[in-house]
Each structure stands twice: as structure tokens, then as C-alpha cells.
């Protein structure tokens, strides 16, 4: 046996296994799941409010846009929020949905000029006060990125123990474009001096329903 047959036989010899190992599972649980989170956001600046349905849900929006002054919004065309008459609802300001605006460099612009952006999630993690949001159809990853303030209404049964139950019990392939949001956009320098909104939204409300 020559020394490159040898070499290509200690390489067959050492080939790792190609079956992915089993995801880590997780037995964590919280006695309140919704007073968990409530607490894990609140420590990173973000702000939880609770609603029972989604007309409270709505209210609490409204005092939202109340207090903010806002005067434009973008959001998801995606449940719950493509249950809402946006515009009858709140006659006096502007909403845009991704698929009203098909023109993506017109879409950005718009998002970037908007006073606020509302979403759902796919999940919300108790453990970390985080939200799970991915990209698609009628939902676009700028809405949550691009504008000051985000918005995001999550049904109270999307609420999870933390990011390994909700994967274990949602084993299709997600958009390369799922992130977690943990409160509003933060950065720091290297004397760590943290700044808030310099990449993303400085203010983020999660209001949970039901």
C-alpha cells in the first residue's frame, strides 16, 4: 500500500458521522410563564401590558399612539393583526402593510419615516422576555427593525418556557431571517458606554392577549 492509499484509508477510517445530534431539550418551567417574561423584558427596558382581548389589546395600542404622537405606522399582514380594520379603527393616522406596497426600496423609505411598526411573533420566550419573529410573506423584517418604536400584540398562547421547548415543538425549517428581539436595540462602545435605539427601534411594548 502506497502512503496516499494509506492517507485516503486513515480518512475513510476517522469520517465523523453525518447524523446531526438530537437537539438539547429543556424541562424548565415557570409557575406564571406571563410574570416571567413580564420580568425578563422589563429588565432589559422593555415594556409588557396584558389584554384580555384583542379590542383591550387595541385600546392599549391607541393610548400608545396617543402618547407617542404618531401620525404614521407599518405592520404585518399576519394573525392576529390581519384580523384588525387598521384604518377605521385609527382614522387619523397612516398605515402601510408590506403587501400594499410591493416597491421594496419604496417600502424601506417608508418604514424608515414611520413613527411605529407592528408585528406579532412566532413565539414569546418567558425564560428571557424574548420574542421570536421571523420573516415571509406579509411579514417583513424591517417592520420590527426600521422604525423608533416597535409594537408587537402576541396571543398569550404563543408563550413558551424558552427557546428549546418552543423549537422541540416546531420542527419545520424557519426563514434564515428568524430573529430574537430581548427589549430595544442596544450598543455599547469600548469604555461600554450603552446607547439604546443607534441600530434598531429604542422603545419596544410587547402587549400580551388573552
Not at 77 to 103: C, G, H, K, N
Not at 175 to 201: C, F, R, W, Y
Request: glycine letters at 6%; a neutral charge.
Amino acid at each position: 500500500m502506497t502512503a496516499h492509499d494509506q492517507i485516503l484509508q486513515t480518512l475513510r477510517t476517522n469520517t465523523r458521522a453525518t447524523t446531526l445530534p438530537v437537539p438539547w431539550r429543556s424541562d424548565r418551567h415557570f409557575v406564571d410563564p406571563a410574570g416571567r417574561f413580564t420580568e425578563a423584558l422589563t429588565k432589559v427596558k422593555g415594556y409588557v401590558h396584558r389584554a384580555r382581548t384583542m379590542d383591550d389589546a387595541l385600546a392599549q395600542v391607541g393610548a400608545l399612539f396617543t402618547d407617542l404622537n404618531t401620525h404614521s405606522v407599518v405592520y404585518n399582514d399576519e394573525s392576529p393583526l390581519d384580523e384588525v380594520a387598521w384604518t377605521e379603527r385609527f382614522p387619523e393616522i397612516q398605515f402601510r402593510s408590506p403587501q400594499q406596497m410591493p416597491d421594496r426600496q419604496a417600502w424601506r423609505a417608508l418604514c424608515a419615516t414611520a413613527d411605529v411598526g407592528i408585528t406579532s411573533a412566532d413565539a414569546a420566550l418567558a425564560e428571557t422576555g424574548s420574542l421570536v419573529v421571523s420573516s415571509g410573506p406579509g411579514k417583513s423584517r424591517m417592520v420590527s427593525l426600521l422604525p423608533p418604536v416597535h409594537i408587537a400584540i402576541v396571543p398569550m398562547e404563543r408563550l413558551t418556557m424558552d427557546i428549546f421547548t418552543w423549537k422541540e415543538a416546531h420542527s419545520r425549517q424557519f426563514p434564515a431571517n428568524t430573529v430574537l428581539i430581548s427589549g430595544p436595540s442596544k450598543t455599547a462602545d469600548i469604555e461600554q458606554t450603552m446607547s439604546v435605539g443607534v441600530h434598531g427601534p429604542k422603545k419596544l411594548v410587547v402587549v400580551l392577549m388573552g
